[in-house]
């Protein structure tokens, strides 16, 4: 049998060694024996209880449990649906693993390989960074791009900023909540891109630096296509890891369904 702490020390493993606060095992004892995983990119309630019901102990979440970067608050800790998601946690013995940072620090970050293969665009890629990932792809509008990373990635949708006929062949792409404008306008400066392709950010910041450049005649777009949906993808893609590390014990990997509804 493995145990918990055998599966977190492989997880680790490929990424440079640091003190995380992020990355602990919320729940559980690392001495238990795995007997089953499932891989989420957030724990809700639905995806906590699915666990349960296929037998899986051992959940491996990106983002944490209680509706906060901080694995948990006690500022919610009379909250009663903070208290019922914990109840149901600790009755079924669950053992839960917040893999974040590490799997960001992972050469080239875990999570930007799920997304560009998710998006076919692997062969196109030109550098990875620590936090983007730059590419040359085929001339194609913004529009058309929109399009197909929406369908690509089951979004049900993006929001773009620009010309939605102008052409894009540079492009810049970053998870998750790497589109504020200290990381997305150096970008647009020093890599002299058409298009950056991100998760979320601050609408005051990137988007507004994209309106003013096509005031000024510049050619630039911006896709804005949600936290949860480029982050996903890394998940996805961390199954198949976790898959071939231990074989010998079944990995589920859990999608949620979309968080917003659109009138």
Known sequence: MTNIQRVIEKLIEPARRFESTTD??????ANVDVEGIVIAFMLTQEVLEKAI????????THEGPFYSHDNWKEAYAEDPICNAKLQVIEEANINIFRFHDYFHRYTPDGIMVGLIRKLEWEKYVE?????????????KSVMEIAMYVKEKLGAPFVKVVGDQFMECERI????GYRGGGELVIPL?????LDLVIAGEGPEWEAPE??????HQREKKALIMIGHAVSEEPGMEYL???????????PVHYFKEKPLYQIY
């Open 239 to 249: 199954q198949s890891l976790v898959q071939a590390y231990f074989p010998h014990i």
């Open 172 to 175: 810049g792409v970053l998870a």
């Open 24 to 29: 602990i095992l919320v729940k559980g004892s």
């Open 188 to 192: 647009f400066q020093n890599q002299h």
């Open 209 to 214: 630096y994209v309106r003013d450049a096509i």
């Open 127 to 139: 550098e990875n960074q620590p936090t983007a990932t730059i590419l040359t792809i085929p001339k």
């Open 53 to 60: 019901s296929i037998g899986a102990n051992m959940i491996i």
